[in-house]
């Protein structure tokens, strides 16, 4: 309307309409980025952790470790 008849809910229209173009900020790509990065290292980690007490259970035991298991 204008500034004389500003009521309550246009505050709370405008401030909806602030945060709904969100996704086209450079704010938001560098989340999503972030967030990539972050995935893929946690999973690298995981799948590191893995073949590591993999290996040691069969170097250690007469089991097959956790790949023979699963597949075994």
């Known amino acids: 309307?204008?500034?004389?008849?500003?009521?309550?809910?246009?505050?709370?229209?405008?401030?909806?309409?602030?945060?709904?173009?969100?996704?086209?900020?450079?704010?938001?790509?560098?989340?999503?980025?972030?967030?990539?990065?972050?995935?893929?290292?946690?999973s690298a980690i995981t799948a590191m952790t893995t073949a590591t007490v993999d290996y040691v259970i069969v170097k250690t035991t007469d089991y097959s470790g956790i790949i023979g298991w699963i597949f075994g």
């Open 1 to 42: 309307m204008g500034a004389i008849f500003k009521t309550m809910q246009d505050d709370q229209q405008e401030s909806m309409l602030k945060t709904l173009h969100i996704g086209n900020t450079w704010e938001f790509r560098y989340f999503k980025i972030k967030a990539w990065i972050y995935g893929i290292t946690a």
